[in-house]
Structures are given as structure tokens and as C-alpha cells.
């Protein structure tokens, strides 16, 4: 069985530009959230796909935007980067149907916007 | 008033002792709680998971949640210094939506 994947690790951005960050589920799992965690800070949510549509947001702006295709890996987009965007992103996949408490994370992607 | 509250610590226990970690929460919606426990560098794992009032143990972890006091608890019994870690409450509303406390780092002592 295949645990959560995600990449790159280590990301280095300037403000204005755009990011896409991707995960892969685990085996069998259809469904996926995303987080940011700033530094010692709890994972916020930013929002959820389940089945290839957006399945539940959190307080996050537009400019963050998601994608899961059809083998539910996902991407996560982040549009004119600013430097509260610096965190580590983790994506974390579950399967849906009543088991999502159930949601195994990926190591993360560390993000620095300069 | 943030939607759910934790002590960030840092908690230091002597190894053996019993570890209690809680937190508070303000919206009634919440349905569904769990822990996490996060080394540092690396993603949340998940410890417990429950969506009732009352208790549920798992080896020498026990979650405990008052919804009337909107209260849960963490437990841990004969802590080792493998336990180690940032422990992190959550909680999920029938929106889907997730919400996780600011995490509380705990430092078992040999």
C-alpha cells in the first residue's frame, strides 16, 4: 500500500508569481484535503475534493484553487503569491463515504515566498 | 474568538507520567473530533477519532469529549519518550469543513 506522496518538498517563490503543488492519495483513497500550516501553527483548511469535485472550503481566497483527476491524485494552484503564503502545504487523502475522519497525511511541501 | 483553542505548551513530563492534553471549542456544530500527533518535519498521523460524548481508548491513548462543556481531552498513559511530538485537536462540522487547534508540543523526559 502507498502512502501520500507530495511534491516538491522545498519550494522558493517570489511574490506575485504562481505555485502549483501536487499529491498523490493513498491507494484506494478518493478522496483529498488540502492545509496550510504556518509555522507553529495548527493546519488550516483550505478545501476538499472528493470524486474530481470541490467537496467542502475553507476561508481561503480564490487565488487558491485546486484540481483531482480522474485517478484521484490532486494539484493545488496558488495564483500572485504573497509572503503570508509562505507555510507548509499538506495534502492528506481519506476515503469518503462517512470515513474521511480517517485521513492519512503527506509529509508536506514547504513553501517560502521571498 | 478562534473556532477551536489549545494550550500551545510546551508540556514537559518526567517518562511514565500521565499526559493530559485538551482543548475547547465554541461552534455546536462540530460532529466529528480527533488527535493528531505531528514530529517535527513531518505530516500530522492520526491517534483517535470520535464523534460521541464519552470516552474511547485505544492501547494507552484515551479521547475524551464533553459536548455539553464543548471540551475533549487527551489521555496518555505511561508516556515514553517516543511520544515526543506537537499534538494536535481537530474537529470537522457536517460541512466538511476541518478545523485544528494551534497544537500543544509535549517533551517526555527520559
Known amino acids: 500500500e502507498t502512502g501520500v506522496t507530495q511534491s516538491p518538498t522545498h519550494l522558493i517563490k517570489t511574490r506575485g508569481q504562481q505555485v502549483t503543488l501536487r499529491c498523490s492519495s493513498q491507494s484506494g483513497h478518493n478522496t483529498v484535503s488540502w492545509y496550510q500550516q504556518a509555522l507553529g501553527q495548527g493546519p488550516q483548511f483550505i478545501f476538499q475534493y472528493y470524486r474530481e469535485e470541490e467537496n467542502g472550503r475553507g476561508n481561503f481566497p480564490p487565488r487558491f484553487s485546486g484540481l483531482q483527476f480522474p485517478n484521484y491524485s490532486s494539484e493545488l494552484n496558488v495564483n500572485a503569491l504573497e509572503l503570508d503564503d509562505s507555510a507548509l502545504y499538506l495534502c492528506?487523502?481519506?476515503?469518503?463515504?462517512?470515513?474521511?475522519?480517517?485521513?492519512?497525511f503527506g509529509p508536506g511541501t514547504r513553501l517560502l515566498v521571498l | 474568538q478562534k473556532e477551536v483553542e489549545q494550550d500551545p505548551g510546551p508540556l514537559s513530563v518526567p517518562e511514565g507520567a500521565i499526559v493530559s492534553l485538551n482543548c475547547t471549542y465554541s461552534?455546536?456544530?462540530?460532529?466529528?473530533f480527533m488527535w493528531y500527533r505531528q514530529y517535527s518535519r513531518k505530516g500530522p498521523e492520526l491517534l483517535m477519532y470520535?464523534?460521541?460524548?464519552g470516552n474511547k481508548e485505544d492501547g494507552r491513548f484515551t479521547a475524551q469529549v464533553d459536548k455539553s462543556s464543548k471540551y475533549i481531552s487527551l489521555f496518555i498513559r505511561d508516556s515514553q519518550p517516543s511520544d515526543s511530538a506537537t499534538y494536535l485537536c481537530a474537529m470537522r462540522d457536517n460541512f466538511n469543513k476541518f478545523y485544528f487547534g494551534s497544537g500543544t508540543k509535549l517533551n517526555v523526559k527520559p
Open positions: 492528506a487523502s481519506s476515503l469518503g463515504g462517512g470515513n474521511q475522519e480517517t485521513q492519512y
Open positions: 470520535t464523534y460521541s460524548s
Open positions: 461552534n455546536s456544530a462540530f460532529q466529528y
